[in-house]
């Protein structure tokens, strides 16, 4: 078997294993599921009533950051 998120041949104890490890699994399992947080996790206006002006523009720079770590992670992992 070769595993698909590392690529290096395992032996699978199950016919269905597509992983050499529990860890792969996790990394596929977030991969699979990064670009969807990141389309999903949008800064609305709505969101700023709750808030100061100060803090909305420290929550734009906080999501700002989040996307950028998520992107990240997606295209190193490709
Ligand atoms: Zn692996």
Do not use: W
């Not at 699979?32 to 949008?42: E, K, S």
């Not at 803090?55 to 992107?71: G, M, P």
């Amino acid at each position: 078997m070769i595993c698909e998120t590392c690529g290096r041949e395992f032996t699978a104890r199950r016919n269905d294993a597509r992983y050499c490890s529990p860890a792969c699994r996790q990394k596929a399992y977030r991969d699979r599921h990064a670009p969807v947080l990141a389309r999903r996790f949008r800064l609305t206006d709505e969101m700023g009533q709750y808030l100061s002006a100060a803090e909305f523009r420290e929550l734009q720079k906080l999501v700002a950051r989040i996307q950028t770590k998520i992107d990240n992670n997606t295209t190193q992992s490709r």
